[in-house]
């Protein structure tokens, strides 16, 4: 019954912006490790952003620092992403998720570490 909802995704123009959203069911994101990822295809899932509930600490990859905000609200048991001065490269698929429950240090990188993730929501930068 753990589950997320990723919703915010569509088409936007090189240096446009977008914001994500990711809805948590079925439990609270506090103590928690929250990941953005995302998927071009043929490619891998990158790290993009990791907000650790339990400290609000923030990580993001080089390629999106300075670009991408992460935040969430509690309250709301949401996490956003916000995407400014987007790129064509930012194209993919954007996936939220979680650690297990407790395991709050983000460790971006390491794809396995991330157990609960949402359906995806597709973002394309394009003119």
């Known amino acids: 019954h753990l589950e997320f909802v990723e919703s915010g995704g569509g088409l936007a123009q090189p240096g446009g912006s977008l914001r994500l959203s990711c809805a948590a069911s079925g439990f609270t994101l506090n103590n928690h490790a929250i990941a953005w990822f995302r998927q071009a295809p043929g490619q891998e899932h990158e790290g993009v952003s990791c907000i650790s509930t339990s400290d609000n600490d923030t990580y993001y990859a080089d390629s999106v620092k300075g670009r991408f905000t992460i935040s969430s609200d509690i309250s709301k048991n949401t996490v956003f992403l916000q995407m400014n001065s987007l790129k064509p490269e930012d194209s993919g698929v954007y996936y939220c998720?979680?650690?297990?429950?407790?395991?709050?240090?983000?460790?971006?990188?390491?794809?396995?570490?991330?157990?609960?993730w949402g359906q995806g929501t597709q973002v394309t930068v394009s003119s």
């Open positions: 998720a979680a650690r297990e429950p407790g395991l709050t240090s983000c460790l971006l990188t390491i794809v396995t570490f991330f157990e609960t």
